[in-house]
Every structure is written in structure tokens, then in C-alpha cells.
Antibody, heavy 122, light 110 residues
């Protein structure tokens, strides 16, 4: 079955960088768009970024634009989120999610991972 | 302020039917499909409805989605204690070029 396993979460200081990974299995990774969604403590779900199946199209939430970069390695079935210039308000549980189709902007989010925690604190 | 809004809470007794609303605009719900997710904190969110009114296999038919204009709703019939969770709607926003989630509705089964 579809499995998504996030890793890379840590406690980091404001202004530092961190890279998250999401290992996918159980489906043809190279055929589906992939998303990152986060949930800050006590808050709701906030969509972060999406990457088209072939990496040719990507979109970001305004709150992370210019600081975060989403990428993928279709040969290794892994999704990444490079997070630079981290802020305290980036503290959250970060989930990766499989898109229902190949497109970045249609078909929605399908299966989700359990998430990896990022804490930004001085 | 999210581009799509949900009531923060809803409640019902076992066996009842409850409805959760999701209000947006012409750039999101009015022109795109709506998706609904069930989330128990600390776990992976689960897709309940896709393309506004379609259920993935394995989701009970007690859950149903609908859309009209710039609003959508999720109905849960035959309410059960295990339905107590947070529920989120989501849609693509053409103006923002981003996916937008509602703030979530906490459903309590009394």
C-alpha cells in the first residue's frame, strides 16, 4: 500500500536551514504530484508547497515563498523540502502528501504521511 | 484569514446527521473541486471526499460532499463516536496559485 515516511525534522535556531525528506513507496512515485503541508501547534493545516510529477511546475504558500524550495528525485522515490532562513513561526509538524494525479493544481491531496516535527527556537 | 472559511466547531449526538460548511470565492470553490479531510491530531489526515462529491474506496457512505456556487459542505449521517475529529476543506485557488485549506472544524460527538 501507499506509504510516505518523512524525516529530517529537528530543533534549529532562527535564520538557520534544514532539509526535510519524504520517502515514498507502494505507488509509481514519478507519476504523481507531491505536496508539503504543515500544522503548527494548536493550529490548523496549512498547505506549504506542491511539485508536479516531473518537477516542471511548483507552487508555494506566500508564507514560505523565497525561503523554501521543493524538489524530488524520481529515481529514488524521494521528495525534499529545503527550508532556509527559518523563522519561529515555521515551527510545525510537516507532512508530505501524494497528489491524486500528475498536476500541481488539480486533483487534490490523497494519502498523507505521519509528519516530522520542526522546531525553530533560540 | 484563510481564503476559505469553516465554522470552528460542530456537534451532534450518536445517530444524528451533521453538516460542516466551507465558504470560499469564485477563485477557489467557485471554479475548482473541493476536497475534505478528517484529521485526528498526531496522525495522518485522511481523504474523505474528492472532486467535491466523490468518495474514495473504503470511506463509508455516511460521509457525503456537495458544492453549490462558492460554498461546499460535508454531511455525516448516522454519527458515531469515532467520527469525533477535526475536518478540513481544501481547494485550489486560481488567484493565489496555491492550495487553500479552511481553518478546520472540530466535531464533537456528545
Amino acid at each position: 500500500q501507499v506509504q510516505l515516511m518523512e524525516s529530517g525534522g529537528a530543533v534549529v535556531q532562527p535564520g538557520r536551514s534544514l532539509r526535510l525528506s519524504c520517502a515514498a513507496s507502494g505507488f509509481r512515485f514519478s507519476s504523481f504530484a507531491m505536496h508539503w503541508v504543515r500544522q503548527a501547534p494548536g493550529k490548523g493545516l496549512e498547505w506549504v508547497a506542491v511539485l508536479r510529477y516531473d518537477g516542471s511546475d511548483k507552487y508555494y504558500a506566500d508564507s514560505v515563498k523565497g525561503r523554501f524550495t521543493v524538489s524530488r528525485d524520481n529515481s529514488k522515490n524521494v521528495l525534499f523540502l529545503q527550508m532556509n532562513s527559518l523563522r519561529i513561526e515555521d515551527t510545525a509538524l510537516y507532512h508530505c502528501s501524494k497528489g491524486r494525479g500528475y498536476s500541481s493544481s488539480s486533483d487534490g491531496l490523497d494519502v498523507w504521511g505521519q509528519g516530522t516535527m520542526v522546531t525553530v527556537s533560540s | 484569514q484563510s481564503a476559505v472559511t469553516q465554522p470552528p466547531s460542530a456537534s451532534g449526538t450518536p445517530g444524528q446527521r451533521v453538516t460542516i460548511s466551507c465558504s470560499g470565492s469564485s477563485s477557489n470553490i467557485g471554479n475548482n473541486y473541493v476536497y475534505w479531510y478528517q484529521h485526528l491530531p498526531g496522525t495522518a489526515p485522511k481523504l474523505l471526499v474528492y472532486r467535491s462529491n466523490q468518495r474514495p474506496s473504503g470511506v463509508p457512505d455516511r460521509f457525503s460532499g456537495s458544492k453549490s456556487g462558492t460554498s461546499a459542505s460535508l454531511a455525516i449521517s448516522g454519527l458515531r463516536s469515532e467520527d469525533e475529529a477535526d475536518y478540513y476543506c481544501a481547494a485550489w485557488d486560481d488567484r493565489l496559485s496555491a492550495w487553500v485549506f479552511g481553518g478546520g472544524t472540530k466535531l464533537t460527538v456528545l
